[in-house]
């Protein structure tokens, strides 16, 4: 059964940081571009960042770049979003997604095969 399961949401300050992860059972990630995505109560679910299958060209919305990092780890079959500088307006539920597209860049917000559950982050003092 392919499943992708995202960790490491919770409660953090405004300026604070966290780490998501998104690891796989049943396939093995580093042939599957993957995207992080959130949706925030009322509001439309939004491509956050995307790293692809080929080169590990990596993509950011506005919102989140400089701040934060989307990084491959092949050994544990995770990938990574670091999210540093948190605000308030990150606040949403995170997921983690991935598709085959054989190329050297990926598109925010792109259509996914296998999706997470994903993983609640709030940010709020």
């Known amino acids: 059964q392919l499943q992708l399961v995202e960790s490491g949401g919770g409660l953090v300050q405004p300026g604070g940081s966290l780490r998501l992860s998104c690891t796989a059972s049943?396939?093995?990630?580093?042939?599957?571009?993957i995207g992080w995505f959130r949706q925030a109560p009322g509001k439309e679910r939004e491509g956050v960042s995307c790293?692809?299958?080929?080169?590990?060209?990596?993509n950011y919305a506005d919102s989140v770049k400089g701040r934060f990092t989307i990084s491959r780890d092949n050994a544990n079959n995770t990938v990574y979003l670091q999210m540093n500088s948190l605000k308030p307006e990150d606040t949403a539920i995170y997921y983690c997604?991935?598709?085959?597209?054989?190329?050297?860049?990926?598109?925010?917000?792109?259509?996914?095969?296998?999706w997470g559950q994903g993983t609640q982050v709030t940010v709020s003092s």
């Open positions: 997604a991935a598709d085959r597209t054989l190329s050297r860049f990926c598109v925010l917000g792109s259509r996914k095969d296998y």
């Open positions: 790293i692809s299958r080929v080169g590990g060209t990596t």
């Open positions: 049943g396939f093995t990630l580093n042939n599957y571009a």
